[in-house]
Structures are given as C-alpha cells and as structure tokens.
C-alpha cells in the first residue's frame, strides 16, 4: 500500500478512493475524486485552477522550495532494516512534519503581513469619501466628527459578579 | 546438471523463477513443491527468496540480474523491495527503475559481463543497466524479435537463442557476447527459451515437457555435463600437451 498524490489537485489518495488512469505511453495519471479526474478530461491544466496546489506553488500562495520537501521523494534504492534506524525515522517524521507546518504558517504570515495597514487605510478613506451614507449632511455642519462619542457607563461590582453567575 | 522441474502444472518454469550466480529468486506457489526443489539444489550455496513483484507471480519475466544486481520495475510495491533488499546478499545491488516497458525480464538478456537488451529502451535505463549490473550493454534483436530476454536464455559458459536464428545472427551474437551460443527449443519444441527455462554457471531448470535431446543441447551448451577426467583431458589436450615426441 502506497499513499499516492493526486495528479490534478496534489492531495494524498488514501486506499479505496480514486481512479488510476494508465495512458497508452504507459504513464499513470492518479486521481483523488471524480472532480479532479473530471476536470482532467477536459483537458484542463492545473496550473491555472485555483484551487490546487500546482496553481498555488506556481503563484507563490504556498511554499515551494524548503528542504522537508526533500525528506518525502520517492527512493528506488532501498537500505537493509534496521530497527534503530527505523525508529529514529519514525520520530524524524513527527518532527518534520511539525517543523513543514510551522514553516507553511510562517509563510502565510509573512505573505499577509502588512494587509491590516492596507485595510485600515482603504477604511478611512471609504469613511471620508462616503459618510453621507451614515451621518446626513445636516448633522455634520453641526459637529464635524465622523466618529461616534464614547460614552461610559458605570457598572457596580455585585452586579457583574452576578452577571457572570447567571452564564 | 539440468533438471526437468513444473511450476504448479506449468513447464514455463522461467516464468516463475530467476536465477542467477549470487542468488535465486521463486514465485509463490501454493505448495512448496517448486521452492523446495531450488532449495534442495541450492540451501547453503545461494540464498533462495520467495518473492511476489508488483504482487504477481511472474517474477522471472519481470525483473533482470545478474550476480552484481537486481533491475525491477517501477510497479513492484515498497515493501516487496525492502524485503529482496533484506533477503538479498549485501553486494548485490537492488534497484527499481522508472522505465516504460516494464517487463525487464523480456528486454533484457544478461550474464556477468554482457547483455542484450530491447532496441526501444531508455538511454537513462540502459545507463542505469551499465551500473547496477556491471555489464556492457548491446541492442540487439534476435531472429528478428525485439524482446530478446525471452528469446534467449545467457550464463558466463553459454547461450540457447531462438531456434530460427540465422548462423550469421549467431556469429555476430557470440562475437558480442563472448560465448558460445547455439540456437535450440526447450519444452518439447517451443520457442521462447527464457521462459522455458532457467540456468546459472553450474545448474539449470527446464520445464518437464523439455525432451531429452533438448536436455542435452542444454547440458552441452552450458557446459553443465558431470566432469569425467577423460572428458576434460580430451577437451585441454592441445593447452596440455606442447608438443609431440
């Protein structure tokens, strides 16, 4: 038993799911669902269909060079066992593992670092230009804030505690 | 010596099997009846494995070696190589090939030294052949037919090709690889010999059906015959004696 990846969308096949396609040049084209397996005979390249992992390497959505990729080839060479080793490749596994997941995330990050700036910017801006949308002209020649006013209200201690008790 | 031997009723006893100098490699049969006879041949000699490739039977046809190593192809499953690379000598090399025809067994004829192999195969898998193997690599065809590892059976002391071989086809055939080659059938009249039969440098199985002319075509070929001192000293006479007083 093999855990193989998808040809269109790059996710892992797990056993009983799936359609193999052997090609007559004799290569294999596996496929996760029938989803994938029918957007291939559409021909379609799946690089240019978002939701898969090509399309997303190709534009940078994903990682794609970092060596725990290295750790998952295929090798046709095998070693002899050997129960330590074995062992120590079993614990390798969890950690690299791990170690790609903290990387992915970090990525992420860094790609969507500095989109709250962005966002609060493209905020005011939209506040400035349309705030005839919420305040009428009216009240503003009143008083120019377009921003509503803090209010405080005071709450007694008994009272939130027992707030807190009901929930 | 040569001996008659069937794989579970089935004379196509190179099918199911693949010997080599440093190792033989047996299909898994319902009863022990077939491991049994390479192992009363071979117990402490070579290692004798019981193996599936690609979970088939047809492991002779499938896979190509020698005593340097073992070629399979890209179907056979991970743990079925890890466990020929567990059972298997350290020296002999195994290796999976990502190749287009995967019947290696079929495309590819060798001994020690030597091979033949399919016309169409890869330049990465003939080079892959030249360094697991440790051979020198030639595209042949024999008698005309592209599959020259199921037409021709090779060891370091012999050859049996197709029998519609041409004597000039065997000429050049033997001037490449270097040995002696005679163009024979095996299991009483067919053609394919790599299938029929299966032969190291000291020892070879044919299928039962194999008569015994061809036994001895076999036995003679790959000089498999008991050493009586007569025959030896009849064969050695000229580079024994220097000159006659």
């Keep these: 038993m093999r855990l193989e990846k998808c040809w269109f969308c790059s996710s892992t096949i797990y056993p009983g799911h799936g359609i193999q396609f052997v090609r007559n040049d004799a290569k294999i ?3 996760c669902r029938s989803k994938c397996h029918k957007n291939f005979k559409m021909k379609r390249n799946p690089r240019k ?9 190709l534009h940078g959505k994903d990682m794609t060079q970092d060596s725990t990729f290295e750790f998952e080839r295929k090798r046709n060479r095998p070693e002899r066992y050997d129960r330590n080793v074995t062992e120590m490749t079993l614990k390798a596994i969890k950690k690299i593992d791990k170690i790609r997941v903290t990387r992915e995330a970090q990525h992420h990050k860094m790609r969507m670092k500095g989109k709250k700036a962005i966002e609060q910017e493209a905020a005011i801006k939209e506040l400035e230009n349309s705030i005839n949308l919420v305040k009428a002209p009216a009240a503003l020649q009143q008083g120019s804030e377009i921003t509503l006013p803090k209010i405080k209200v005071k709450v007694s201690q008994s009272q939130a505690v027992g707030e807190r008790m009901e929930e | 010596m040569a001996t008659r031997i069937q794989f579970e009723n089935s004379c196509e006893v190179g099918v199911f099997s693949k010997l080599t100098n440093a190792y033989c490699l047996v299909a898994i049969g319902g009863s022990e ?9 071979f117990a402490d000699v070579i290692p004798v494995v019981k193996t599936s490739i690609a979970g088939t039977r047809i492991i002779g046809r499938l896979c190509a070696g020698n005593k340097n190593g073992l070629l399979l192809p890209h179907t056979t499953t991970d743990q ?8 298997l000598p350290d020296q002999v090399v195994v290796q999976r090939i990502e190749e287009r025809l995967s019947a290696l067994g079929n495309c590819i004829a060798c001994n020690d030294h030597v091979s033949l192999t399919h016309p169409d195969l890869d330049r990465e898998t003939e080079e892959l052949i030249a360094d697991v193997l440790g051979v020198e690599v030639f ?11 199921s037409y021709c059976a090779i060891s370091n002391t012999g050859g049996l090709v197709h029998p519609h071989t041409s004597i000039e086809d065997l000429d050049e055939l033997s001037t490449l690889l270097q040995v002696p080659l ?3 059938t095996v299991n009483r009249g067919s053609e394919v010999i790599a299938a029929g039969m299966t032969v190291n440098d000291w020892t070879a199985f044919c ?12 036995e003679s070929v790959f000089k498999l015959r008991e050493a009586r ?12 004696i220097d000159s006659y007083v």
């Design chain 2, 207 to 218: 299928g039962s059906d194999t008569t015994a002319t061809e036994l001895s075509v076999i």
């Design chain 2, 80 to 87: 079925e190589l890890q466990h020929l690379r567990n059972s």
């Design chain 1, 49 to 57: 269909v978002k939701w898969t992992k090509a399309y997303r390497r």
């Design chain 1, 29 to 31: 084209f596996r496929f």
């Design chain 2, 33 to 41: 009846n077939f491991y049994s006879m390479f192992e009363a041949e």
């Design chain 2, 229 to 240: 001192p007569s025959s030896i000293v009849d064969e050695m006479r000229k580079s024994l």
């Design chain 2, 139 to 149: 595209r042949q065809t024999i008698a005309g037919n592209i599959l020259v590892g």
């Design chain 2, 182 to 184: 005679v163009a024979g």
